[in-house]
């Protein structure tokens, strides 16, 4: 049965009279839910805490995970599928009135996904700011303001090798990937190859197998029992000491403490 539980909710007048309102919801699905396509009866922007949601637009699929974020305005059709162990969001549910003192038409117009390590952030400054009960409509108000930047998207005229390349990292990531190897199976020279990646997402290759390792790292975290050093071994880091490092680098939280943020909703 579906679990759906206001965490917040926020009323008051602005100086020209007109009510603002903000709510959070934490709903949890049931696993193995499956969802055929339908309208939600307003829009919203919603956050994974945990498990995973698989959600179709016309022919179009995302995978959402551990602090993966959804924008969906009202008008969108679209089905969903939960896994095995269901999955936790947090949804953000926000009144026309509320939506029009925002200026915020042009935000929920178009259904959008967030996974980068920027939006990690983002999401987690926004977690803090609700465990420490500070003002819940600010603090939607920074949240929105800072998923509002322009995402950095790929271009679509990308090479097809390096649509290729990118999917053998997001799939093998946990394992050992050098630039020379990857230049050598893609048919292209290293420095090329490093020169065109970089051009099409805004970073270096190193960087982005880290950012695709710990985005895979931060499920487990949220959703499993296994210790933090068997996570860090898992996603091939050479001990835990490591795999904090760098985790706090991307996150600003340590992988226990992060632990504790996600299971505190």
């Known amino acids: 049965m ?45 956050i994974v805490l945990r498990g995973r949601v698989q959600e179709t637009v016309s022919k179009k699929e995302e995978i959402g995970t551990s602090l993966s974020v959804v924008m969906k305005p009202e ?38 996904w967030w996974h980068s390590a920027q939006t990690t952030r983002i999401v987690i400054d926004f977690l803090r700011d609700i465990q420490l009960d500070k003002d819940l409509e600010s603090g939607v108000i920074e949240f929105l303001a800072a998923l509002a930047i322009p995402k ?8 097809l090798w390096l649509t290729q390349l990118c999917d053998k990292i997001e799939t093998e990531c946990s394992t050992p990937l050098l630039v ?14 490093a020169r065109v990646f970089r051009k099409f997402y805004g970073c270096n290759i190193k960087t982005y197998i880290h950012q695709c390792r710990l985005r895979k790292l931060n499920l487990h975290l949220a959703d499993s029992d ?14 835990q000491s490591h795999f904090t490092r760098k985790f706090k680098s991307q996150t600003g939280l340590t992988p226990a403490a992060f632990r504790r943020l996600i299971h505190t909703f």
């Open 226 to 239: 296994l210790s933090i050093a068997q996570i860090a071994l898992e996603g091939g880091y050479a001990d």
């Open 75 to 112: 008008s969108v059709l679209h089905s969903n599928e939960f896994g095995r162990q269901g999955a936790l969001l947090l949804t953000l549910m926000m009144s026309p009135e509320f939506q029009s003192q925002m200026e915020m038409d042009y935000f929920l117009k178009q259904w959008q």
């Open 152 to 159: 950095q998207r790929p271009s679509n005229y990308r090479p």
């Open 180 to 193: 020379a190897d990857l230049a050598y199976e893609f048919g292209v020279h290293p420095v090329y190859l």
């Open 2 to 46: 579906l679990n759906v539980f206001k965490i917040g909710g926020q009323n008051c007048e602005s100086s020209s009279g007109h009510p603002k309102k903000v709510e959070i919801l934490r709903i949890h699905y049931p696993a193995d839910q499956k969802y055929p396509p339908h309208y939600d009866r307003q829009g919203r922007i919603s």
